[in-house]
Nanobody, 122 residues
């Protein structure tokens, strides 16, 4: 069964750092575009950072210069390095990815992870 599993969330103080991981498992051939989203209580889910299949990153203005998205294709894993964390970064973080699940014909399916909680305390 194909799935995305996030890890690395937790409680951190203002100014601290966390690294989130999103690992794809199951019968997949490659990971295409990936996005990290977050959802704070009472707010809509928002895109924080994304990376294309060839490694081009993109960031929301609110996290530029603080967050870095990266991928390790050999491990089918995408990371989100979060530095200089602020209380407003508190949210559940979700990974969303397009996964190539078959080759003939080429089939790309979209998956969501279960989410990981990030809490930044002041």
């Amino acid at each position: 069964q194909v799935q995305l599993v996030e890890s690395g969330g937790g409680l951190v103080q203002v100014g601290g750092s966390l690294r989130l991981s999103c690992a794809a498992s199951g019968n997949i051939f490659s990971i295409k575009d990936v996005g990290w989203y977050r959802q704070a209580p009472g707010k809509q889910r928002e895109l924080v950072a994304a990376i294309t299949g060839v490694g081009t990153p993109n960031y929301a203005d609110s996290v530029k210069g603080r967050f870095t998205i990266a991928r390790d294709n050999a491990k089918n894993t995408v990371y989100l390095q979060m530095n200089s964390l602020k209380p407003e970064d508190t949210a559940v973080y979700y990974c969303n990815a397009d996964l190539l699940t078959t080759l003939f014909p080429p089939t790309v399916r979209n998956y969501w992870g279960q989410g990981t909680q990030v809490t930044v305390s002041s």
